[in-house]
Structures are given as C-alpha cells and as structure tokens.
C-alpha cells in the first residue's frame, strides 16, 4: 500500500495528513521506543531499529532479534539503518524499497559486532563532516568513512583539545589501498599484511541523524517531512546507555570521528559527542519542522507538544524501555 503521495503527505483516517513522514532524530536511551509506542497508538506505520519482516525471518532461521541487534544476522536486509544507507547510495528516496509505505523512523541507528568490515554500506566518495568547535561554531573537515586516514592530524589534535586527553594507543592506522577494504591491514597487527578484520570483532555503526547526505534525501524528497528530537541531560544518557546490556562498550569499540575508537571510555567524550549531535540536529534542519522536546518534561506537556505537532486528535505516550 503506497501511504504517501507526491508531496509527501499521509492519510489519516482515510484523509491526508499535514505532516509526514516523520524521523525521530534522536540517539537511543533518548525515548526512542516511547515515540515508537506513540505511534503505534495512532496507528501510523512506524519502524524502530528493524525491518518488520524481522520476526518471521528469525523464525524461519532459528535466530533472535538478539542476533540482529548484537552480531548483525542479516543486517543489510533487516536493519533499518542499513535499508536507509542502500536507498541513499543508491539515489533513491530514503523510503524505498523496502522501506516504502513507511510513516515514521522511530530508531534508524545501528551499532553491532562483526568480524566483518565494519564500514560496510558507506560511500566511497568523501563526504563532509560537521563539527563543533570550543567556541560553539560549527566547522566542516573532509572525510571517507571508508577510510581513517583521511581525517588528518588537525582533527585528531582538535579532538584531544577538546576533551583534553590523548588519543588511545589503540588508534587506527589502515594501510592498504584505501578504496579496497579488504586489503586494510593495522601495523599494531603485525606487518606481515595481516588484513585487519580477520577473527577480530569490531564495531559497525552507521547514525542518520549524522548523516548530512541523509537528512538532505528526506528534505528533498519529501516536502512535507516532520523531525523529532528527544532529549535528556548527557550525564543522564551516559549513564543509561552504561546500564543498558553492552551499549557502551559498543560506543567504545566504535569508530567515528566525533567519537574515535576508544574515546567512549571517557564520560566527557561522550558528553561532547551527545551535545554535538544535538547541536548538529538544530544547525541542519529546518526550525519550522523540527519538534524538540526534553524527557523530563512532564508527561503531559510531552503528550500535547506531539499531538500538536503531529496535528493528531489523540496520541499516548509514556516511558517504555526505561533504565533509568
């Protein structure tokens, strides 16, 4: 069933929504799954994390969502955010394929372990990333997520500035041809062309809500797009996702440049990598359709400010998948 139209607008109750579709901006342990269940309420066809073919592929295979969530079982195919990254690099609308028909991204994040190359679904092609500065300004620095070795010294000397540690002695040093993963190698392997990835397990991460090509897509394609951006104090976060099974440790072990490799160790890295985000969130997209909202506000206010935004005659909404 196609929901939307050209303009991307939705049927509500057999008439077309104002607004639609709608992407949830927010990092996990920010209320992602209340937005989710609030969706659902209102009966809007809404995604969060995994593809909904995933219980009955599960099934069929003797596997879990556990599987798909910490070890990657049929990422590409199920994972949300890796349905996006496809679409994306393939210039097609964000919800295509199988995403088509989709009214809300609750969670489009995914964070798993592999023995595999981690970067697997990125571009080739540089893009650019967006950074904030000591000062609050935002700046842009050139980069191949294929590859660390094109975020040069400057960034790594701006990043152990910032958060005024040092960069772990386990940092990345890829060596091989930078358009071929599968020749990567790391001297802290050995030198004797040992390929980086073999029997080791790393961290594969992919965040649309850092994604500038991803969030031109939607602004683009669909005129009528609503964002929404949960919050809460970062030392709160910090401490969810250090409770919430192994979250953490995937932070750590992955590797992105406002979070190098190892740099999640440390509860001000983090910290810094949150407000970027939310600072990064407000810089790119446009006030008039983004909802921005803190989790300790009062239920209710919460509740009013979606049904508002979403121009929806009811919406429940209340903490699901809390930790703390």
Known sequence: MDYYNDQGGYRWDNQRMEVGPIFVLSLPKNGTTSLQKAFESINLNSLHWVHSSAGSICKQNNKSFTDIRYTGFMAQELLVGHLIQNNILNSRP????????????????????????????????????????????????????????????????????????????????????????????????????????????????????FDKKFIDNVLKHYHNAKFILSTRDPKEWITSISKWNDLRQRFIEWDHPLLPHGFGQKDNGLEHFYKSHVQFVKKVIPSDRLLLFDLNEDQEIIQDKLRSFLKAPTLQWGHFNKTN
């Open 94 to 209: 964000a919800l295509s394929g199988k995403l088509s028909g989709v009214e809300c991204i609750t969670q489009g994040d995914y964070l798993y372990w592999t023995k595999g190359n981690p970067y697997i679904g990125y571009s080739h092609e540089p893009e650019e990333m967006f950074y904030c500065s000591k000062s609050g300004e935002y700046k842009i620095w050139p980069l191949c997520p294929y590859s660390r070795m094109t975020i040069n010294k400057n960034a790594y000397e701006w990043i152990e500035d910032y958060l005024q540690c040092v960069v772990p002695p386990y940092g990345r040093s890829f060596h091989g041809d930078p358009g071929n993963p599968s020749t990567w190698y790391d001297r802290q392997y050995g030198d004797n062309n040992k390929k980086f990835y073999h029997g080791k397990w790393h961290v594969a991460g992919y965040f649309p809500q």
